[in-house]
């Protein structure tokens, strides 16, 4: 049994559930909902926004990022030359 299903199995979640993850078409209500057993509690439903908030932040941050540095790339291209 690979370490993935034993922990699956000790939180009481199937193998199907994990490969939807993987794969992108579980939510985390989802899981959250599905490993709980039932609905989450308020509190712990304004943190799962949060966390989605600063994820998205966060990702759009990088991209940023991402384009300033080729917009640097392409400068030092261009003294260089």
Same mark, same amino acid.
């Given at each position: 049994?690979?370490?993935? %299903? @034993?922990?699956?199995?000790? &939180? $009481?979640?199937?193998?199907?559930? &994990?490969? +939807? &993850?993987?794969? #992108?078409?579980?939510?985390?209500?989802?899981?959250?909902? @599905?490993?709980? $057993? $039932?609905?989450?509690? %308020?509190? %712990?439903?304004? %943190?799962?926004?949060?966390?989605?908030? #600063?994820?998205? !932040? +966060?990702?759009?941050?990088?991209? !940023?990022?991402?384009? !300033?540095?080729?917009?640097?790339?392409?400068?030092?291209?261009?003294?260089?030359?």
């Amino acid at each position: 049994m690979c370490p993935h %299903e @034993t922990a699956l199995t000790d &939180f $009481g979640s199937s193998g199907s559930l &994990f490969w +939807k &993850f993987r794969h #992108g078409s579980a939510t985390s209500d989802h899981l959250a909902e @599905t490993a709980a $057993g $039932g609905l989450l509690r %308020e509190a %712990e439903r304004a %943190e799962l926004e949060r966390l989605r908030r #600063g994820t998205t !932040e +966060k990702n759009k941050r990088i991209r !940023e990022l991402k384009m !300033e540095r080729g917009v640097l790339k392409r400068c030092m291209v261009l003294w260089v030359k």
